[in-house]
């Protein structure tokens, strides 16, 4: 028997279904897959959201070279569900099946889930869509087959050396890389601001002040709340965190980059603003010693592994069926 895992998919997302067709197909073949055919109204409903995204993003020959290939893709896509679904029913032959309380507690789940329990809910919004419940069944049904056929054929053993870990972390260091960074504090007084100050010039001054009070012993943190005109940052004192060098514009990224730990700017001009910034902490630029990542790692060629066995056992199948793709 197959071992059946269920897992959590968004309700009603139907477009991935391959059900089994009738020999009089009514819409038309868009594959012949040994003696099962995967329908055009299959291939539209696997894209026709992805396809109408690329109808607003696209135009003209772009937008029919994008669809063409999209179109095909979801069709090959369809044709190894088919190729996996056959593969069940041989296995049917020899008893294997899926439990039909499988099935009745996916539904019960997607009712629960997504319906706050409504059945009559989610009834309405299949009739919506036009689907009946025992449609919907069987379009789970093969969810799970195809599910639980890619993970059977998926070794649970797989043994990563530590020399590959070592090559996969030398070429992909800089996916372990944490870039320079500052912790900072800004005070912000803008011209123009509504305010005890009204005009250009006592701006500027009231900056120069606020910096005075800081060099001479006022807590920062505390002029910020008294004085920053940023709303998101002043009722915290103008803390900005951790920064790296592309959150801020060039000018103040460079003054905050040159101050070091504990160092307060001067007073900044910026397109009609001032600023004062002052550097909490600093973090060199760094990549994370392997031994960090080394489980993380593992888990991910654990995972490139696992996609490949599926990949070959995908290829047999297409080696031995005769497919044709129509459309």
Known sequence: MI????????????????????????DGIAAIVNNDVVTISQVRELIGARERSLREMYRGQELEDKIKEMRLSAIKDLVDRQLILQEFRKLQEKGAAIPEYVIDDRVQAVIREEFGGDRA????????????????????????IVQAMRQSKVESNFVISPTQIQAYYDKNKGAYATPEQVKLRMIVIREGSSGDVPDIGSKRELAEEIRQKVAAGA??????????????TQQVGGDWGWIERNTLNEQL??????????????VIAFENTYYIIMVEAKRSAAVKPIGDVRDEIEKNL????RIKTQQRWLETLRQKAYIKILS
């Not at 071992?3 to 020999?23: D, E, K, T």
């Not at 990224?253 to 001067?266: D, H, K, Q, W, Y």
């Not at 654990?302 to 592994?305: A, L, P, S, Y």
């Open 3 to 26: 071992r059946i895992a269920v897992f959590s998919v968004v309700a009603l997302a139907l477009a991935g279904s391959a059900l089994a067709q009738r020999a009089e197909v009514i």
């Open 121 to 144: 809910a989610f009834v309405r919004t299949l009739q919506a869509q036009g689907f009946t419940v025992t449609r919907f069944k069987a379009i789970e049904r093969e969810k799970i």
């Open 219 to 232: 807590e920062f943190d505390r002029m910020a709340q008294m004085y920053s005109e940023d709303e998101t």
């Open 253 to 266: 990224t460079n003054l905050a980059f040159s101050l070091r730990p504990g160092e307060v700017s001067p």
């Open 302 to 305: 654990i995972q490139q592994e």
